[in-house]
Structures are given as structure tokens and as C-alpha cells.
């Protein structure tokens, strides 16, 4: 122990919370010393030390109260796998030998810990087993947490260390980005690239997010409970621990495995509860501290600077690819629950801001514009303004205000007489107050509260989010001849019951539309894309919907390219597109705006993370010369999910690794699964990830980011060319090898990860296929990430670059081209999430030795080359926090891999011996891992 441990593990009192600690946690101070024993040798920032050592101490206080053997099983479990990382333990794995289940049986001080590990998981009776697995499954959203408050308390601090009289926040990348536009291409230019700014994330409801709701109001609580510590002391930090460890208990006691799968109708909440505990108030903030650094002390005081850029989107719902839970009447339901609250968040704002408008009229003079609409309002219901009308002539902007609240109100309830009819005539009002407050002098009120919500209703209308309907082509294609067999009502015979529920579709988003307004239901994806004639079968199914013409939903079709070779034939699609008559109509009404959405998941599945990467840049490369070819205001939106085997990694520098033109001021991309949670789910967080993208979409545009990548591209090109050829043809001879697919089901718990009662769609799409290429993208990765292989991320990467065997080539590239860099960032950060022995033993399940040695040799050589081009000795190093954050973390997830493996092996190798009862229990263990193995490895889906 060296001297700064051993002062750490003596001063336990120091440990979050200072003296008033010591006489909270006298009778456990073992505890404490434990915990600061386990995670001293992790050179993490003292903070976040600090607070995992917290957690650590008070969870073996839950556990020791739970059961004293329990607590000895953790320790022992803790020790051991913390012992067996000591050092690279993903580079010994490579030359360990094995024996038949997989586990190293070389004789050194980190394989034999890794032995006492696995020795341990395996003698554990299974109902200990589960709770040591909830213990640690449990550490892992406390560790999310402290990870999360440290981060918050990083912005805080460098937002505290600048400068007011600096020309940008450093801490605010739109500043910066803003201020580096300036200087490239002048206000003028930098202010019109401003005013076409948007970011537009879409929130689907993939099912990656294994957490279930019950825990996450849980983690929520913990969450402002650590929040406090730091601003407390004496009987209050007493108090604040006795919380905390309530809550710890509760967790440990709760099933991690939701009862049932969620209803898509029950799967909005997810963005309704993202909506009021941050999006709706941070927003507005996000827009509000852009203004304060451009404009300085006239902030707030003039009309704003900032435009509304943020615009979600949601497929939850209405995407109804392979998910025969999505119909046309839960989309109503769906886009119904989304109105209804969304308008009853602005009517409780729009009542906070008219009461506080208390401006007496003698002082603060309303115009004429004002008491016309005042006599509007009486006009229409004296009921309404009844109330307000003792204050009408003294306080008149807070009359009209609270009878706007009212209105609103009404709109919720469906009242014709009194509802507003769309979110644009109810800010059409509010502008009128704004007006009149201004004219009258008192403009901090009129570009103050009165401001924050003509923002939130310009961001999020009056719809909350933009619902996005979906289908396969083949489906479309099957209703079409369906159709022109029985016709359209069935007169010649009875349509199939998808085909009226495709026609229903339709009607639902003429409804949604009429009832809603046009931003909330108006576009429509088709998965598998593959030609224009996919195109005009939307607009010719929904001209078929209908009775009348006059009552068709405006709509626009996107294209959906997913698989390789959609991408490399998308743009002859595109010039089809041009030809068809609707979409001309559709183009004169949008001024020649066209959606294109690009799809990550399946052409990562389909050819390999390489080719993939490399094809999606060419893919956006030739569309927006396209674009620009044909005088078209693009708008690519790139279905991204959260792993790196399906796009995830930092959208900001994704943003700013795009080609030329193919970002035209707008980001749009999808945001599933455990992601969503992770960047929106705390408002500090969600300011700076959005600012942070946002940034990205505006500088994307600056020359010298567009030269950096048009020339780096060209550059690189052969190198490129290379690398495409080998990793594609490696990762097609590790698919095409005979019965890939049931050893792929065998080594990975693919069969137990479509059990997770963790979304509403099934893992198949259900078109008749009975394949990996009928598989969805999503267990594809997440089972792969479970096992600890993470291949979906990296395969075929190793052997490109040993056929390459250009090391500086491919350093030069990672230095200069940012395309490249991010893409071998974001392999580096799988690889850090691999753990070699571990995968040793899931690969051993299989039975395929060839198999086996193909993926784990394969993992191996991917590593030694990412290390070797990124200069690191081991995998992150550079990265101080996520680097280290991952290496703390990953003990705590072997010890729940070797409980899944332990209990994947019994159920592979044991079925025919096993009762039913005890099949049983090892299903629930498996499944109970995988929600621990998704909370620690964070990124899986």
C-alpha cells in the first residue's frame, strides 16, 4: 500500500461529506476504509473517486443488513475481480491458455484472481447468485450517477472560471463555433447560416434501454440526493445518507426485469418524462446563454438572437417496421397523449408568466393591438374573461395572458368555441403581448418570460414532438397488389387486414394533421428503399385512403438507404424521385426541401463497421452534390443508434466528419435506447450536448472544415479503397462460414435478449425470413456487446490494416482526417469494453473451435492496431475520465459476465438434465445480468 493509499483509507471522514461523516458512519468505518481500498489504485479524479467510494461503503451496508454472508460474497467477488484487471488484462488474454469452458490456466497473480472469480460465481447457490448479481447491477447506476455529477460539477466549474468579458463562453461551443463562423465569413454570412440552424433529434423507442421505469425513479431520487451533499452538514447530511441508503436497499430489492413488455402507447412516456424534467425548461436556457454572450448587457432587453433550432422527433408510436403492436389507432392514442400534454405544460406557463405580469396600465401603456385582442377574447367567452376583467383595465397584459392560459386549457378539453386552433395562432398572441410590453418600455418583461415561452412553443409547438410514421417497401408493394385485386373498399373481395391497416395508417396522420397541426404528422419513412417506384407507392396509397382529394395529409416521403447496396445506387433512386408528379407537387410547397434518411444499423450488420463507415460517407458525399445538381435544400437524417456497431459515439464529431454539403445547417438523427437517458436525462447534461451539437451543425459549414474534409477524403481515398476490400471480404467469410448463424445464438444470449420485456417491438421483422438477415441490427449488437466481444463494432478493421502495413499511413490518416479519427475513436472505445478472457469463455459455448479462433484472433489484431495507431498502451489512456471511468467499471462487469456465462453454459450444455423449475431460475439469472451488463458497459444498442 503506498503511502497516498494508506492516507486515504485512514481519513475515511474526508470521504464525501467531511466530519459530519465520521459520526454518521462510525459504526461502519470498515466499510468506508473497504471501499477506499477497492478503488484506490484507479487514477480517477478525487471527485468521482470519492463519490464511487460513497456508494461502494454504503451499498455494503445494504448488503451487510441484508445478509452478512452476502456481503462477505461481494467483498471476496470485488477483491477478486479487481485483482485479476490489475495491469493489460486484455493483452495477457491473448496468449493464456485455456481449458474447455474457456477460463486461463496459466499460473499468474491476475489469473489466478480471475480463476477465484469465476470459482466463486460457479459454487454460488442461484438465489444468492441473483442477489449478488442485483448488488452489482445496482453499483453500476450508482456509478452512472457519480460519473454524471461529476461531469455536471466539471461544467460548473469552467463555466465559473470565465471571463464576462470574453468575446465567447468557452464552456458554450455555439459561442465559439458562432464567433469562428465570424471571422471565416462575416456577420452577414455567419447570422444567415444561424437563422438556418436545426437540430433534430428523433427518439424511437428501440428496445436497448434494458432499465426498467420502476428503476429509474429509483436512480432519478439518488440522483438529487447526491446532488445536495455537498451543500450540507450536521443532522441534514444524517438525513441525506439515511435517504440514500433507503434508496440503495429498494434497488437491490427490486427486480431489475420489468413484468411485461411496455405498450407502445405506454413507451411515449419515455419522452414525455424526458420532456418535463429537462427538454422543456432547458431548452429555452440553451437558447437564453447563446444570447447572453452575442448580445452581453442588452440581452434580454431586445428581440433575441438566437432562433428556436431544436426540434425533436419521435418514431414512438408510428413505426411500424416488423412491430405488429404499432397501429393506425395507437398512433392517434400516441400523438393525442404527446398534444395533451404538451399543451397543458404551456397553459401552466403561460398562467406562472400572466400572473407575474402584474405592469400596472397607468405606467406600462398597452397598445392598441392589445386591447383588440383583449375584446377578441371577450368577444368569445365571457366566461373566460369574466375573471380577468376586474384586472383588464388596470393590469392588462396579465388579463390577456391568463385568458391565453384558459384557452389553452380549453384546447386540451376540445372546447371549439374557446380552443385555439393551432400553436401559430396561439403565438401569433403571445407576440402581441410581447409587442405591446416592448412598445410600452418594459421590455425586460417582453424578451424575459414572455420571450421563454414564444421559444418553447416555437420549439415544440403544440405537438411536442414531430411524429415520423414507418414502413417496410415490401409492404407497400404487397397492399398495392392486394388492392388491385379486390380494390380498394374490397369490392371484388376481402382485403388483407394489413392492407385496410396500411389505408388506416394514412387516415391516422390526415387526423393527427387536421387536429394537430402539419409539423406533427407530415413525414413518412420506407424501410429498404430500394428503387423510386417505392416512392410513388406511398403517395399513391395515401391518394387511395381517401374518399376525397381535398382531404389527403400533406406528406413527405423519405427514402430510407440501409443496406450497401441501397447506398451505392441511392442516388439513381433520387433521380426517379424527381419524376414523380407528387413529389414535384411536394417540392413547390416546400421549396425544394427533400428529406433523405440513411440508416447505420443494417449496413454495419450487412458489410461490416469498415465498409459501412466508408460507404455512408460516399453515400452523403455524392447526395449532397446531387442536391446541390438539382437546386434541392437537402436534409440528410442518419438513423444512428447508441453502440458503435450502429453509428453511436460523439454526434459532435460525427457532425463535423461529414462531406461537403451534406449537412446544409441541419443535424438529424436518430436517439434510442439507454442514449437518451444518458444525454437528456440530466439538464446540465442535455444543455451541453445539445449546444455541443449544435455547434457542430453550424460549423460544418465553415470553409475550413469543409476543405479539411473534402481534401483529407481525397487524400486518403486509396488507403480508404484498401482498407474497404480486405475488412469487407473478412467480416463476409466469418458470416458466410456454415452455421454461423445457430453458433452466433449459442455463444451470445441472442434467444434470452429477445425475452427482455424491454420494448414493444420483436427482434425480428417478420417478414418470412428465418436468418441473420432477418435479424433486427439491435440484439445483433447487444448480444455481441454482452459477451464481451463487441464484434459488431470492429470485425475485419484488424486484418485491413496488417494487409495494409502501413502504420504511419494509417497514424497520418488518424492525425489528419476526421473521418478516420472518429471512426478509430470510437473502435478504440469498443475495444475498451471487450475483455479477451471473458470472451474466451463465451466463445467456448459454441463448439466451433474454428469459429471461436476466427473472432478471437481477429478481436486481437483489432486491438494491436487500434493501440499502435492511436499511440495508447492501452485502450482510452489518453481519455483521463472515460478512460479510467471504464477501467473502474469493468471488474464490476466481469463479475456479472461470469454469472451470465455461468448460467448460459448450464442452459447450452445441460438442457436435457435441467428440471423445469431450474431452467427457470437460470433464465432469470441470465436476464438479470444482461440489465447489469447494459448499465455498466452504458452504449450496447
Known sequence: MTEETKHQTEDVATVSGGAAVESVSRIDRDEARAAMQALSEFNIPAQLRDHLALFVRLERRVLREYDEEICNIFDRLLASVIAANEGDPGAEAAADPTNEEGVPTTQSATADAFRDAVELIDSLPLDRAQVIVRAFTTFFHLANLSEENYRVEKLRRRESEVSIDSPVDPANELTVAYRQLIDEVGVGRANELLNRLEFHPVFTAHPTEARRKAVEGKIRRIARLLAERSRLGGSDLMENERHLLQEIDALVRTTPIAPKKPTPVEEADTIIDIFDNTLFDTIPMVYRRFDDWVLGDRAGTVPPVCPAFFHPGSWIGTDRDGNPNVTAKVSRQVAAKFASHMISALANKCRRVGRNLTLEAKYTKPTDELLNLWNHQVEMSEILTDRASMISKSEPHRAVMLVMAARLDATVARNADTMYDSADEFLADLRVVQRSLAEAGAVRAAYGPVQTIIWQTETFGFHMVETEFRQHSVVHERALADIREHGVHGERGELAPMTREVLDTFRAMGSIQKRYGLKAARRYIISFAKSAQNVADVYELAQLAFAHAEDVPAIDVIPLFEQLEDLEGCVDVLDGMLQIPAVQKRLAQTNRKLEVMLGYSDSSKDAGPTTATLALHSAQARIAAWAERNNIDLVLMHGRGGA?????????????????????????????????????????????????????????????????????????????????????????????????????????????????????????RGLGAKSLDDLRTIPWVFSWSQARINLAAWYGLGSACEALGDLDLLRRAYAEWPLFSTFIDNIEMSIAKTDGRIAKMYLALGDREDLAAKVFEEMQLTRTWTLAITGNAWPLEKRRVLGRAVRVRNPFVDALSLAQVRALREVRMNQDELSEEAKAEFMSLILATVTGVSAGLQNTG
Not at 442514449?675 to 445539445?690: E, K, S, T
Not at 479539411?708 to 458466410?736: C, G, I, K, P, W
Request: with cysteine.
Open 644 to 764: 458503435v456497431g450502429r453509428g453511436g459515439g460523439p454526434a459532435n464529431r460525427a457532425v463535423l466528419a461529414q462531406p461537403k454539403g451534406s449537412v446544409n445547417c441541419c443535424f438529424k438523427l436518430t436517439e434510442q435506447g439507454e442514449v437518451i437517458f444518458a444525454r437528456y436525462g440530466n439538464p446540465a447534461l442535455a444543455q451541453r450536448h445539445v449546444e455541443s451539437v449544435a455547434a457542430a451543425t453550424l460549423l460544418n459549414s465553415a470553409p475550413s472544415i469543409e476543405r479539411v474534409n473534402t481534401q483529407t477524403t481525397e487524400e486518403f481515398a486509396d488507403m480508404a479503397a484498401r482498407l474497404n476490400e480486405v475488412s469487407h471480404q473478412t467480416y463476409l467469410d466469418l458470416l458466410n462460414t456454415p452455421e454461423f448463424t445457430p453458433w452466433f445464438s449459442t455463444v451470445t444470449p441472442l434467444t434470452e435478449v429477445g425475452l427482455l420485456p424491454i420494448g414493444s417491438r420483436p427482434a425480428k
